[in-house]
Structures are given as C-alpha cells and as structure tokens.
C-alpha cells in the first residue's frame, strides 16, 4: 500500500467511525427523548406523572402533594405498588405497571374503543366535572363506561351519553363549552381502566339534585362535590 492509498484508507476509516458515533448518538437520544415521552421514571416531570402519583394517592401509597415531579417519593410508592400487584419492583413505573394502575399508553382501550369514543368521554367529563378533583372527574368517566357495559344502558358510550335526561350538561350548555385538559387526561385513564367508583353507575351532586329516587340510590362513596352510587 502506497502513501496515497494509506491515506485514503486512513480517511475512510476516520468516516466510518465518525458516522457510528453519529448513528449511536442518535440512538441514544431518541432513548432519551422516549423516557421524556412516557414519563415513567425517577427525575421525570409531567401528566403522566401527575396521573400516576394521583392514582397511588387514591390507594394510599403516595401521601404527600400531587406535583408531577417523579421524585423518591413517588419512586418508593411505585415500589410498594409493584410489590402488592406480584410486579417487578424496580420503582419503574414502565408498561406493565402503568396497566395495572390503569393509566397504560393509548387512548383506545386495547382497540374497544375508538378516538371519536375518547373525544366524546372527555367532553362530557368536562361538561359534568369541571373543576372536581381529577380522580373525581376519572371517576365519572368510569360511571359512562360502567353504563356501556351495564344490560340496563346503552352499550355505546355515544348511546349512555345521548341518552335522554342522562347528563344535565346536555341541556345546560355546558357540554358544548371547551374541553379542560385534565378531561382528556381523565377519559384516557378511565379508558384504560382507572375506575375510582369500583363499579358505580350512577353520581350527583347532593347539594343541587332534586330527584328523590337518584337519592335513594346507596350511595358508595363521595369525590368532591358528588356522591357515586349503584
């Protein structure tokens, strides 16, 4: 081999190494940019968070605020959660354990349900919650597809919520008002099996309902402003 040659050899093999590094470094960051996205580990911040630390909150393993911040904290819920559930216990909370929190990526409920079904469920969680607490305004979420699922309701959630009288937000105006974003978040966790009632079919204000037979309903539990009940 000539110098000439050697030097082109040289040059080609300082372009491989320099196009692995690029091609690894890629790699690396869409890594990075995929824990950002699904916010499921220590030092991670956003929605997803925020759902996962309210979820844990309502089965009293998280007990401090709701930040969104995945902090030790959070981590040692996470822990004590995979420990109950049979999980592995690496404080990660990945796709198996967001499954069993309920709170698994997707919004079509494993192909049941579809995203004109989301959009929907969101809206009338709006409509009807707006300015519960967020577990409250899953929780109403979980009663329209309780109903789905009911034989004594219709079984699409268009059919629970079109239903004649069902929801007042359909006569108040309320259900044509902009959607919150903590109603998108809360339809895509009851969708995925977040159901804070444990089966309620029915909830109302107690302040404001004037249906005697709605409060003659046994009532389960109470989220905020509004009581569930079968």
Avoid at 118 to 128: D, G, H, T, V
Wanted: charged share 15%; glycine share 10%.
């Amino acid at each position: 081999m000539n110098a000439k040659e050697r030097t082109v050899w040289v040059f080609q093999v300082l372009i491989i190494f320099i196009l692995s590094l690029l091609i690894i470094a890629f790699i690396k960051s869409g890594d990075n940019q995929s824990s950002v996205e699904t916010l499921s580990r220590f030092g991670s911040k956003g929605s997803e968070v925020t759902q996962i630390q309210t979820k844990l909150k309502s089965l009293g393993l998280y007990t401090i605020t709701v930040d969104g911040i995945y902090g030790t904290k959070t981590r040692g819920a996470v822990l004590a959660f995979q420990r109950q559930k049979g999980l592995t216990a690496d404080g990660i909370a990945g796709s198996a354990t967001l499954r069993a929190l309920g709170l698994s990526s997707g919004a079509s409920g494993g192909g049941k349900y579809s995203q004109s079904d989301y959009a929907l469920l969101a809206r009338i969680i709006s409509a009807e919650a707006r300015g519960e607490p967020y577990t409250g305004q899953v929780a109403v979420g979980a009663v329209v597809l309780n109903r789905v699922q009911s034989p004594t309701f219709p079984n699409t959630i268009a059919g629970v919520i079109y239903q004649p009288g069902a929801f007042t937000a359909l006569t108040d105006g309320q259900f044509n008002q902009p959607v919150a974003a903590s109603a998108n978040r809360a339809a895509q966790a009851a969708i995925n099996g977040w159901d804070p009632t444990n089966g309620a079919i029915y909830y109302y204000n107690p302040v404001t309902a004037t249906s005697s037979w709605i409060r003659s309903r046994p009532i389960m539990l109470r989220i905020g402003k509004h009581v569930f009940c079968k």
